[in-house]
């Protein structure tokens, strides 16, 4: 099993940036891929951005929507994955979760772990 617990949301105004973080435990943490999900209100959740696991390079995926704006990384030292997000828009708005995984994919069935989400609101 592995525990996951996000951090770092909260209110801010459009094109400014928030950290989330989510820490992990129980586990080896750096065997795991690593992604961000969100769900907005109404919506499906859908894919924002994952990070391999590599013991001497990590690759990094996005989803067209945040191209550019967000940047995850993981510190395996701190069981920590990281979405720094920048010119946040409101459409940004959403809760967001952390997912571990054997394999990358799109998909949030294909994720074995997850975290309780933490709120990201945008305002104008």
């Known amino acids: 099993q592995v525990q996951l617990v996000e951090s770092g949301g909260g209110l801010v105004q459009a094109g400014g940036s928030l950290r989330l973080s989510c820490a992990a435990s129980?586990?080896?943490?750096?065997?795991?891929?690593m992604a961000w999900f969100r769900q907005a209100p109404g919506k499906e959740r859908e894919f924002v951005a994952a990070?391999?696991?590599?013991?001497?390079?990590?690759?990094?995926y996005y989803a067209d929507s945040v191209k550019g704006r967000f940047t995850i990384s993981r510190d395996n030292a701190k069981n920590t994955v990281y979405l720094q997000m920048n010119s946040l828009k409101p459409e940004d708005t959403a809760v967001y979760y952390c997912?571990?995984?054997?394999?990358?994919?799109?998909?949030?069935?294909?994720?074995?772990?997850w975290g309780q989400g933490t709120q990201v609101t945008v305002s104008l």
């Open positions: 997912a571990a995984g054997p394999r990358i994919t799109y998909s949030p069935g294909s994720w074995n772990f």
């Open positions: 129980g586990r080896t943490f750096s065997g795991y891929n």
């Open positions: 990070i391999s696991w590599s013991r001497s390079s990590t690759n990094a």
